[in-house]
């Protein structure tokens, strides 16, 4: 089970007005704006918050604090120590986005990259959930035919702390005579690839009930202890969901070929950057893609260390011009209210504000299309704040 163990105690309180009035349930967020659109993305999403602190029943406390290359301008290094505190401390991380030609000449541990790839490690963030779902709004948006993609909605689950991205060693050496080698190591023990199968199969449970694993079994001996650990879990634990594993070269054909046959994929850390980039073109436009990375439950409070962030990069072309679409960023925030605090009915209610708001026809340039309205990041957010006052209300 995912664990939340959250806000039980708050519903069996006997006189529920006077605990409100003495001690409102309040959540810490970390917001971690980044670089290039990052900082605009943000900005729109705490829109949304400051809506929730005045309109829902719980108070989120914010703090915000520098990440990638702005982080690297401030302190020389792309996270500071007193951040990553911060950051192991809080009930969750809002991260926009890192990275920028600025910074093609940092060295490579200093790399902005470096930052978004140290809060994962460290918060031990596993489990990376990439959902791709097509909003009806968006259908013709897409590269692909309207019929592919009208009505998807598949969840991409990367493993997110092992393999190539991690492994060591991870070197170019000087081999002396005149050639230098490069090496990455794609490493996974038996305990990464359990932990991520169980998050795989549990969600598959709550939605579609199909599992498919992604690997390369026909090349890699990673791929073939992938597949028999995964394969091994789901007779043990969950023969009720259906498996079935597709070589990852095919998967990602098969994901633009028909997508609508995925529920839930599992897969490694580079593959499931990969197929995540793909699965993300599908609903019309990188700006669209939220991610949730978890951690394991802390067996005290059931908590899992968590970071939001969207799918998109730092975007420094458009950066500074107000265009930026801040639905990925949005839908992140969602996805804290579901994941993290297990807020159902408002994380319901930010998707469904992001539909109603597709519906009107507001568009940002990244997703405009003939006869809809173009407007900017900010109009965006501020669209998207004003359906969630009005479904609230309704
Ligand atoms: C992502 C990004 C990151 C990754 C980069 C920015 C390090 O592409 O979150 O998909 O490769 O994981
Ligand atoms: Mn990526």
């Not at 013709?140 to 493993?159: A, N, P, T, W």
Request: proline content about 4%; glycine content about 10%.
């Amino acid at each position: 089970m995912l664990g939340y163990g959250l806000l039980e105690h708050t519903h069996c309180i006997p006189n529920q007005k006077a605990f409100e009035e003495t001690s409102v349930t309040t959540h810490s967020l970390l917001l971690l704006p980044g670089d290039g659109i990052g900082p605009e993305v943000m900005a729109e999403t705490k829109k949304l918050i400051g809506w929730f602190n005045e309109n829902g029943s719980v108070r989120f406390e914010t703090d915000e604090d520098l990440v990638g290359g702005i982080a690297y301008d401030t302190h020389g290094k792309p996270v500071s120590e007193a951040t990553m505190e911060k950051a192991l401390a809080t009930d969750a991380v809002l991260l926009g986005a890192v990275g920028g030609p600025k910074w093609d000449n940092a060295g490579y541990d200093v790399r902005p990259e470096a930052g978004l790839l140290r809060l994962r490690k460290d918060m031990e963030l596993f489990a990376n959930l990439r959902p791709a779902i097509c909003y009806p709004a968006l259908a013709d948006g897409s590269s692909l035919k309207k019929e592919v993609i009208e009505g998807l909605d598949i969840l991409i689950i990367r493993e997110l702390t092992g393999g190539v991205y991690f492994g060591e060693p991870k070197t170019i050496e000087d081999l002396g005579n005149g050639q230098q080698r490069a090496i990455d190591t794609q490493v996974y023990d038996t305990y990464e690839v359990e932990r991520i199968a169980r998050i795989a199969f549990d969600l598959a449970r709550t939605r579609g009930n199909k599992v498919t694993s992604m690997e390369k079994r026909n090349v890699m001996k990673t791929g073939v202890f992938w597949n028999e650990i995964v394969t091994q879990i789901h007779e043990k634990e969950y023969a009720d969901v259906e498996l079935e594993h597709v070589l990852a070269d095919a998967g990602g054909m098969q994901l633009v070929r028909w997508p609508k046959q995925f529920d839930v994929i599992v897969t490694d850390n580079l593959f499931g950057d990969m197929l995540s980039d793909i699965a993300a073109m599908l609903t019309g436009s990188l700006g669209m893609l939220p991610s949730a990375s978890l951690g394991a439950p802390d067996p005290k409070t059931k908590r899992r260390k968590a970071m939001y962030e969207p799918v998109h990069g730092s975007a420094p072309d458009i950066a500074g011009q107000g265009i930026a679409n801040p639905i990925a960023m949005i839908g992140s925030f969602g996805m804290a209210l579901r994941y993290s605090f297990n807020m159902l009915k408002e994380a319901d209610l930010v998707e469904k504000a992001i539909a109603a708001t597709l519906d009107k026809g507001l568009r940002t340039p990244d997703i405009m299309a003939d006869g809809m309205t173009r407007i900017g990041t900010s109009e965006m957010g501020d669209a998207i704040v004003a359906e969630v006052a009005a479904l609230a209300a309704a």
